[in-house]
């Protein structure tokens, strides 16, 4: 297909607001890993704590319960930083796809072939996957929610 310098430039600018727009859910979703990862290490010290000062004294039933609350509390963040790790792969094929998307608009313009069909199942493809990644990360904030109310349950 013939396209002019202003066609080219359009056709392959959508895939690169989608790359930008990738990236930002990534930076958020990065951060969220960070933040679910650190939660996950303070629950784990403060269990070996109370694991620690099990074998030298009698732990008091608010310890006890502390100590099931916070194991609660880790099952559910061990699944929620899965839902976390499976947006930031499909953010991160997305890009891909998206930057593929790119090259194909380019080649189909320098080698006058016709990749139109490839590139727009490259560029579906990668918002289907943004899809994905969206979704997951609904799931983690409906886990998230849930881990709160154990932690003010036990408050």
Known sequence: MNYTAVELIQSML???????????????????YSLVVSRIRILDEEKRKLKFSETSTTLSPAELDRGRNIEEQLQLFYRRIHFVRNAVLAYTVAVALFILTSVLIGLDFAL????????????????????TG????????????????IEVKSV
């Open 14 to 32: 959508a895939p690169g607001i989608m790359i930008s727009a990738c990236g930002l859910l990534l930076l958020g979703t990065n951060n969220k």
């Open 112 to 131: 006058e072939t016709d990749l139109n069909q490839v590139a727009l199942g490259g560029f579906l493809l990668g918002m289907l996957s943004v899809l």
């Open 134 to 149: 969206s979704m997951y990360m609904a799931r983690e904030i409906v886990w998230g929610y849930r881990i709160v109310g």
